[in-house]
């Protein structure tokens, strides 16, 4: 996205901790300019009550829904309705929806079928339906090292397992390689963004997408002053301690040769 693209900035402050404003706020700055931000929850209730602060300290408009009935959660609704009436207003170029909770996996479809980039934010525990309904999925934990939220995850609703490193980079460097095998790492994040909207080289502990490429011993990084980084797979030889002789022998003609010996 341009950096002038406006966003809508979605906070469901039931599912969301402070802690996270900051960091969060400033990674969409990455993206566009957040034009409309809101936090939306029942802000009588003490458990929001570390948001008065960050909520004035980022001009953040805090939305009051009240939970009509125990147990249900309408601060969904209510974040739910205003995207519509954002969406219909025009005015924007994408929304980021701030949450866990995979009750918004319905609007994120919804608004990208409306043309509009949506980028989800949330915690390690978000549901997968929510993260493929994005076109781009943060994980707040790689935004905070403070765990971003300081709260523990609930004891049944554990975190996704990250997504293998090895398919992931394997399979976006050959769909985009040329015939020599070297492709653009450009072209490899464009790839693996596509098809994984969570991916972020700072889940596996690298702060750019260059240095987790370099740290993976079968892959190899060229790069000339001046031209894009180029990737490609490491050529495979035969196996260690194997001769070039003993490599090209078929099975049959090996164990006819080890018979004789």
């Known amino acids: 996205m341009p950096a002038s693209s406006r966003l809508a900035v979605l906070i469901d402050a ?3 901790s402070a802690t996270s404003l900051s960091a969060l706020l400033e990674e969409l700055a990455k993206y566009g300019v957040p034009t409309v931000k809101r ?5 009588t209730t003490q458990q929001l009550a570390p948001w008065k602060e960050e909520l004035h300290r980022h001009a953040v408009q805090p939305i009051q829904q009240f939970s009509y009935t125990k147990g249900k959660n309408s601060t969904d609704s209510a974040l739910i309705i205003d995207a519509m009436d954002l969406l219909y207003s025009g005015n924007l170029d994408g929304f980021a929806i701030v949450s866990s909770d995979s009750d918004f996996t319905r609007l994120a479809t ?4 409306s043309g509009q980039t949506v980028i989800g934010l949330g915690r390690r525990r978000t549901p997968e339906s929510l993260v493929a309904a994005c076109d781009r999925f943060i994980y707040l934990e790689v935004l905070d090292s403070r765990e971003s939220a300081g709260e523990p995850d609930e004891p049944d609703e554990e975190a996704a397992p990250l997504p293998d490193l090895r398919r992931i980079l394997v399979a976006a460097i050959d769909s985009t390689s040329h015939d020599d095998g070297w492709t653009t790492l450009s072209a490899v994040g464009s790839h693996i963004s596509r098809n994984n909207p969570s991916f972020d080289s700072r889940n596996y502990g690298w ?12 892959v190899e990084v060229a790069q000339s002053q001046g031209e894009p980084v180029r990737v490609r797979l490491r050529p495979s030889g035969p196996a260690k301690g194997a001769t070039k002789k003993t490599a090209r022998k078929s099975p ?3 164990a006819q040769a080890a018979k004789k010996s």
Do not use: C, H, I, S
């Not at 702060?207 to 079968?218: G, M, N, S, W």
């Open 39 to 43: 936090a939306y929850g029942d802000w």
């Open 207 to 218: 702060p750019k997408l260059v240095e987790l490429a370099r740290a993976q011993d079968y």
């Open 110 to 113: 919804r608004l990208r079928e």
């Open 14 to 16: 039931d599912n969301t």
């Open 252 to 254: 049959a003609r090996r």
